[in-house]
């Protein structure tokens, strides 16, 4: 581990709080250890009986709506700001569900439980290949196994089932 402002190599120092943390001698200063942050959506309408879901190109499974935050953005913006761009559809409301880091891309998925206007996604064709409505059943077959979006899919769907 090298420092990111300066290049040194971090040594882990022992921080009143937080425990053994990196830390750059060379700026006297801890280094927490840096990562993305994004949102991902399960997304469904106002009758709560679909759930929408993505496909990018040249991929077979969906997948659920998701884009980075960006720095000095809320998470709850980058929920209305990124579903927009990627849909054409307005959010209507959201509630936070649970996050999952994901290790390959040293993201923390922050995923929200999304209730969309009716209406057809208008999607982007340079980023998505596809975005459809699917009953929930078909949304649990379709969505990519084994990945933080079933876990997230499954998570919303038993939520939906109580009353959100
Ligand atoms: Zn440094």
Same mark, same amino acid.
């Given at each position: 581990?090298?420092?990111?402002?300066?290049?040194? +190599? &971090?040594?882990? =120092?022992?921080?009143?709080?937080e425990g053994l943390i990196p830390y750059c001698k060379s700026c006297g200063e801890f280094r927490f250890p840096q990562f993305a942050t994004a949102v991902s959506m399960v997304v469904?309408?106002?009758?709560?009986?679909?759930?929408?879901?993505?496909?990018?190109?040249?991929?077979?499974?969906?997948?659920?709506?998701?884009?980075?935050?960006?720095?000095?953005?809320?998470?709850?913006?980058?929920?209305?700001?990124?579903?927009?761009?990627?849909? +054409? &559809?307005?959010? =209507?409301?959201?509630?936070?569900?649970?996050?999952?880091?994901?290790?390959?891309h040293n993201v923390l998925m922050l995923n929200y439980l999304v209730i969309a206007e009716n209406g057809d996604p208008v999607i982007d064709e340079n980023e998505l290949d596809e975005v459809k409505w699917f009953d929930p059943e078909e949304a649990l077959e379709a969505i990519r196994k084994d990945s933080d979006a079933q876990y997230f899919l499954k998570n919303a769907l038993s939520e939906l089932k109580n009353k959100f």
């Open positions: 581990m090298y420092c990111p402002y300066c290049g040194e +190599k &971090l040594a882990l =120092v022992l921080h009143d709080q469904t309408n106002r009758t709560k009986d679909k759930i929408l879901l993505a496909k990018h190109k040249n991929q077979d499974d969906y997948i659920l709506i998701a884009g980075y935050i960006k720095k000095g953005e809320t998470a709850e913006k980058t929920v209305t700001r990124e579903f927009r761009e990627e849909t +054409k &559809l307005n959010v =209507v409301k959201y509630k936070y569900m649970s996050s999952r880091y994901h290790e390959s």
